[in-house]
């Protein structure tokens, strides 16, 4: 019995990819590379998983035993808002071509990638793994949300009906290395690192979107890889688990400004715009299952974390995602 893994990642050239592929080739601890596993990062140039033929060329050619599936349609709270169907259709497709193909080749386990911002918008916090269909997502980005929410209900399908093993994990907003940093459709940490850098470049004001005040937990990239490392080893559940630092590590919008200006040293004037969208006011999630499983996992600190995002930003600026330059 061959018991070698070939694990493919879909979505390998994003900000969740890359860290999984930073982890796994720097890591000397358990999360790094095993003997026994080969990892394949895929992008959109080895087939847009919006087609079933290209889809199904990828599972023929590579045939993985196992599957993280990362890739998708994602954005900031302003592109989602702009395009919510493309987000819903996109989305959909890309997620039944990679479930329905790792059915037909027999994979043994596919992880996939929902997000915190697809639970009910009228909920009690913290939320936790068992609130995700309980009620409507926020206005900005059903579209996404409620794509990814199918997810769980496919892989309780496939589940029940075949016995396949096809989970899912549920981060909250990821920030790291290799981001997009688009100004239009970026999240706000690369969003804001790119609009301080500049501003601080052209001597211009910082402008940060709405009032500042909305709350978020943020995961840095690569210790989100080692969570998704973990859980493609070693979780056996089809219910979905969070992945995110604890409540008490919540922070403002404001507070993700504050450290930007100080992680870059900028000097100059800042303000807000108060006339866009705030979005979702807070979207607090539990990270109670995961530290039953993992109660000493190391998170690393949200100013280390962006400071080093920063100083990757400022390294790689050139070769960065960072779309038109326009605002
Ligand atoms: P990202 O940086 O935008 O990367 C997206 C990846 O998906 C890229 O590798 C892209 O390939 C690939 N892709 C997109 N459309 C594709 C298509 N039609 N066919 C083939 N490949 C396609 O995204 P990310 O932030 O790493 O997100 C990874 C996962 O985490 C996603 O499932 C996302 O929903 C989830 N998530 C992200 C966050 C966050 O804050 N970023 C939070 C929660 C959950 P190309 O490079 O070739 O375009
Ligand atoms: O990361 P973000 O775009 O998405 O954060 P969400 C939005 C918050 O940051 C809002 C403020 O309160 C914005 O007003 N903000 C301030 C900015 N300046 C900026 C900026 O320059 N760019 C951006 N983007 N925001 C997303 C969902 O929600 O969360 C996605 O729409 C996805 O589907 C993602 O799930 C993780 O946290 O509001």
Redesign the pocket.
Known sequence: MNNDKVILV?????????AIEWVINNDKGKFGSKEKEKWIF?????????SME?THAIFQKYKPTHVI???????GLFKNMKYKLDFLR??IL?NDNILHSAHQYKVEKVV??????IFPDKTTYPIDETMIHNGPPHESNFG?AHA?RLIDIQNKAYNDQFGDKYTSI??????GP???YDLQDS?VIPGLLHKCYLAKKNGTPFIVAGTGKPLRQFIY?RDLAKLIIWALREYDEIEPVILSVSEKDEVSIKDVADSIVKALNFEGDYTFDTTKADGQYKKTASNEKLLKYLPDFKFTPFEIAIKESADWFIENYDNA?TGNGKA
């Open positions: 879909t979505g390998g050239s994003g900000l969740v990819g890359k895929i992008n959109s140039k080895d087939g847009d998983l919006r290209a599936h990362l890739a998708a349609l994602v954005g996109d989305n890309i996939s990638c929902l997000s915190t911002c996404y990814k549920i981060p909250t907003n990821v920030f290799h981001d997009n999240h990239s995602r």
